[in-house]
């Protein structure tokens, strides 16, 4: 309930105050358009960064390692993108920041420290998952399966 009283209430509340401020300083027509530039910015450094992150991916999983911080990085441009779109300064400011790679890697390590990021099954783990499954030596069971119908 207070993530969502913050994202619903806190934050639009920001936005109109910090819009207001920088519209009474440079004047609405200025204000508008910065808001604009930073959307059309934002959505070029988002679409460059994100183009860059699939190549990284590929390259990893080409290696037969698992691209886990890839993926977590994914997913901070990913809301970098709905942030940038979303009309504020408050919001522009978190998803920049969420654009500057050391900053993004900063906080998925910590977020991941935290125990707030994993998988359905649990912790994200390292170790033999990374590997392909010949390279696993003696844990791998072979076997052949069939279906049947009840």
């Given at each position: 309930?207070?993530?969502?009283?913050?994202?619903?209430?806190?934050?639009?509340?920001?936005?109109?105050?910090?819009?207001?401020?920088?519209?009474?300083v440079i004047?609405?027509?200025?204000?508008?358009?910065?808001?604009v530039l930073?959307?059309?910015?934002?959505?070029?450094?988002?679409?460059?960064?994100?183009?860059?992150?699939?190549?990284?991916?590929?390259?990893?999983?080409?290696?037969?390692?698992?691209?886990?911080?890839?993926?977590?990085?994914?997913?901070?441009?990913?809301?970098?993108?709905?942030?940038?779109?979303?009309?504020?300064?408050?919001?522009?400011?978190?998803?920049?920041?969420?654009?500057?790679?050391?900053?993004?890697?900063?906080?998925?390590?910590?977020?991941?420290?935290k125990g707030?990021?994993?998988?359905?099954?649990?912790?994200?783990?390292?170790?033999?998952?990374?590997?392909?499954?010949?390279?696993?030596?003696?844990?791998?069971?072979?076997?052949?399966?069939?279906?049947?119908?009840?």
């Amino acid at each position: 309930m207070p993530i969502l009283f913050i994202l619903f209430i806190v934050v639009p509340v920001i936005e109109m105050y910090l819009l207001i401020q920088v519209g009474g300083v440079i004047g609405a027509g200025w204000t508008i358009f910065l808001v604009v530039l930073t959307a059309v910015i934002g959505a070029a450094l988002v679409r460059s960064q994100g183009l860059g992150l699939i190549q990284k991916v590929q390259t990893r999983m080409a290696q037969g390692r698992m691209p886990a911080m890839e993926m977590a990085e994914g997913m901070c441009i990913l809301l970098a993108g709905a942030l940038l779109m979303t009309p504020g300064f408050f919001t522009d400011t978190l998803g920049f920041a969420c654009l500057i790679p050391p900053l993004r890697r900063m906080m998925i390590k910590y977020l991941a420290g935290k125990g707030m990021l994993g998988t359905a099954g649990g912790p994200v783990k390292t170790g033999d998952a990374g590997r392909p499954a010949a390279s696993r030596g003696k844990d791998v069971l072979e076997g052949e399966f069939r279906e049947l119908d009840e």
